[in-house]
């Protein structure tokens, strides 16, 4: 690939990292050769709720290669919450072993440090722990009578929105939809399971730690160690998935940290995958109470989301559910709210497309619900009730191609010619096979985002190095930023080098929320054009020189630039999402009610596709996660302990390749300059979004059986009852 044309965006070039990645010699964080580094082990607490009365650590500390045991009564001393009920953020404090109180089963209340792996774990199931204990509160429904309203919900959302009159809409409505939806806990399982290795320098620590965001670990760690954020670097060249779960440097990080500054040796901790059930956060269980109602024609005349969770009896958090509710559909009379209650359960946190992906499920569940007591056509039903001007904030969209995703996507699928209103239409020997479809959106953020860029001149060639702390969690972070440098410098990309994931780079707002792609390429961009500007200004000419005749010129062998770009008063002025439609063949076992996935078609409208290469594997891997929320994930708690009983992929399930079926993705021509300089939006959310209500549609018009409650397994599918319009 000489040609730079071929290297810049818009190209579906291979991952720059991939053949390092094959050949095992992409270093993630716990593969850092240290010199006699020891390994920590978190002790988890047995019971739901109470206070730890008393720690034995006597025969542990007996055992071969036990260096220490930590536990609140001898840890250093962290900033803690001092009894504040805290809404957790991406650089939150992450206090652990401060107090004797337990608030959930399976919370971290000692660490044990020692030589090896083996010896730190077997050392940690000695440790016996006296408790005294308190009836937790574990049942969901046995606590709906101490529901409140949070001050405010994940990305700052408004918690309750309100215009027009519901009631009044639903009464002048021809046909209603009053429902309730259930969707449940849900575990993160990247590949990689969390981790760090912790050394310290006298006041200084590094920590090689897998996090989404470099810039938020630094401050985690120095406000909850109370340092300097300049003694603080954290390293994390490759993230072997994340989805939300490593946005935050959580506890294990922390007693990482600490347990290194208390042993003076480096150590690593590593959490086992049965912690990861209670280490790193999860999906909350939300009820979703849907009302929606539409005159004769199919329009809307109002929409309700009424949204009921449960959060963590220390840290308040709450999945935005209802916030495509607001903005997707044209509706005079629209309520969204959202309750909380506190269980003793750990603290649910962000999982990709919080609140869009269990709030989506409800909101297009609806809509197919009415769509069949209208007996119209689901897509027609969207298309009717489309809007290009956002009523939850009274702003246009900066673009909005549903209509087309949706047009265009059951041309694709051949919607017109499958669809029938009828559940059972179609059979096929003992199956039964269903048609369904949704819309979807997220939104596409754009963050303050930084870089620097190095060149060497060497003969005729430039070669140039670019460096900022984002972070590649799989996606695709380092092909991105090498194919913007590539187009914007005007060298093929054999002659740049990408370095990121460490924190004496260039900031950013590192990988979540859909902002990536689009912070990091534009900060890139920028950085490309001040190093053409202050070259042009070097080399006292304004001819449109390439970047290697300029270096000549300035008579300069080496060049450094750096380049900061962000969202401007004009991104303010709009509203600003990915928009999608998603359709969907179902085959349901008539005698067992087995679902088979036939055929999945996914059209996104997501401004300029950097690499379509990168992007449809990130589309493929939404669609998977919504099918593993459609159909088989869901984590069970333990009614009297509090414990989850899913401990494993033994018990947690999760979709594989067979599982899948055919996938086509299409991605809609657009670039959106309002978003950002580059026209481009996020899609890793975006492609698990709606997903979910798509397969449930299909099965409802496969079966006739409306499942409200994920998963939707045979057992839901056999006892369900068939409906009638």
């Not at 045991?69 to 072993?97: C, V, W």
């Not at 049965?274 to 109470?289: K, L, Y």
């Not at 799989?474 to 060298?491: P, R």
């Not at 999945?600 to 992007?615: E, H, M, Q, R």
Request: glycine share 8%.
């Amino acid at each position: 690939m000489k040609d730079q044309k071929k290297s810049g965006t818009g190209n579906p070039i291979s991952r720059l990292e991939g053949t390092l990645k094959v050949m095992g010699k992409a270093k993630y964080s716990s593969e850092f050769a240290i010199d006699n580094l020891a390994f920590a082990q978190g002790i988890q607490s047995t019971v739901a709720a109470g206070k730890i009365l008393n720690i034995d650590t006597a025969e542990a500390e007996k055992q071969d290669g036990v260096i220490k045991i930590i536990t609140h009564q001898n840890a250093m001393k962290l900033k803690g919450y001092g009894g504040r009920f805290e809404s957790p953020d991406t650089k939150s404090i992450s206090p652990s072993l401060q107090t004797t109180d337990v608030h959930y089963y399976g919370e971290y209340i000692g660490v044990v440090v020692a030589e090896t792996f083996e010896q730190a774990r077997y050392a940690a199931n000695l440790v016996k722990v006296t408790y005294d204990k308190e009836n937790p509160k574990i049942d969901f429904d046995k606590h709906t009578d101490e529901l409140y309203m949070p001050k405010k919900i994940n990305g700052e959302s408004h918690t309750n929105t309100q215009w027009g009159d519901v009631d009044k809409g639903m009464n002048e409505a021809f046909k209603t939809v009053d429902v309730t939806y259930n969707t449940p806990i849900e575990h993160h399982h990247p590949m990689e399971l969390h981790n760090i290795i912790a050394t310290w320098e006298g006041d200084k620590v590094t920590a090689y730690a897998s996090t989404q965001i470099v810039a938020h670990a630094v401050k985690t760690i120095a406000d909850t160690f109370q340092i300097s954020e300049d003694n603080v670097r954290v390293i994390t060249p490759y993230v072997g998935g994340g989805f939300g779960s490593k946005l935050q440097l959580r506890e294990h990080g922390i007693l990482g940290i600490m347990a290194a500054k208390m042993t003076g040796r480096p150590v690593q901790l590593t959490v086992t995958r049965h912690e990861m059930f209670t280490a790193v956060g999860f999906r909350q269980h939300n009820r979703q109470h849907m009302r929606l109602g539409a005159d004769k024609e199919g329009v809307l005349t109002a929409v309700a989301h009424e949204t009921t969770a449960a959060t963590s009896v220390y840290e308040e958090f709450q999945e935005q559910c209802g916030a495509m509710t607001r903005m997707l559909y044209n509706t005079p009379n629209s309520l969204v709210t959202h309750k909380l209650m506190k269980l003793n359960l750990p603290s649910p946190r962000w999982m990709r497309a919080p609140g869009e992906a269990p709030g989506s499920f409800a909101l297009e569940s609806a809509m197919d619900e009415l769509a069949f007591k209208l007996q119209m056509d689901p897509a027609e039903l969207r298309i009717k009730n489309d809007t290009q001007h956002d009523l939850s904030v009274d702003k246009p969209f900066s673009s909005r191609q549903l209509v087309e995703c949706i047009r265009i996507g059951a041309k694709k699928f051949d919607w017109k010619n499958k669809w029938n209103p009828k559940p059972g239409h179609t059979t096929k020997e003992n199956w039964l096979v269903g048609y369904g479809m949704s819309a979807s959106s997220r939104q596409a953020p754009y963050m303050e985002s930084s870089a620097k860029i190095s060149l060497k001149l060497e003969g005729e060639k430039v070669f140039a190095t670019v460096q900022s702390d984002a972070t590649d969690i799989g996606t695709g972070s380092y092909t991105i930023i090498g194919q913007t440098v590539a187009e914007y410098l005007k060298i093929p990309i054999e002659q740049i080098s990408v370095e990121l994931g460490d924190s004496k780079f260039p900031k950013t707002p590192g990988s979540g929320g859909s902002w990536g792609a689009a912070s990091y390429t534009n900060g890139a961009k920028v950085a490309c054009d001040n190093a053409f500007t202050s070259l042009k200004t070097l080399a006292s000419t304004s001819d449109d020189l390439s970047i290697a005749e300029l270096m000549k010129k300035a008579k300069l062998k080496e060049f450094e630039a750096e380049g900061t770009a962000g969202p401007t008063a004009e991104f303010d002025k709009y509203s600003v999402y990915s928009f999608g439609a998603n359709f969907c063949e179902v085959w349901v076992d008539e005698y067992s009610g087995m679902i088979r996935l036939e055929h999945f078609v996914n059209v996104g409208s997501a401004g300029k596709i950097l690499n379509p290469k990168t992007a449809y594997g990130q589309i493929i891997g939404g669609i998977t996660w919504g099918i593993g929320q459609a159909l088989t994930e869901h984590s069970q708690i333990e009614p009297n302990h509090g414990n989850f009983i899913t401990r494993s992929f033994a018990d947690y399930h999760v979709p594989v390749n067979l599982d899948l079926g055919k996938i086509d993705v299409i991605f809609l021509p657009e670039e959106d300059f309002i978003a950002n300089p580059m026209g481009v939006k996020g899609i890793g959310e975006l492609g698990i979004t709606s997903i979910a209500a798509a397969i449930s549609n299909a099965v409802f018009n496969a079966t006739g059986k409306r499942v409200r409650d994920l998963p939707i397994t045979p057992e839901k599918i056999i006892t369900t009852p068939v409906e009638v319009a």
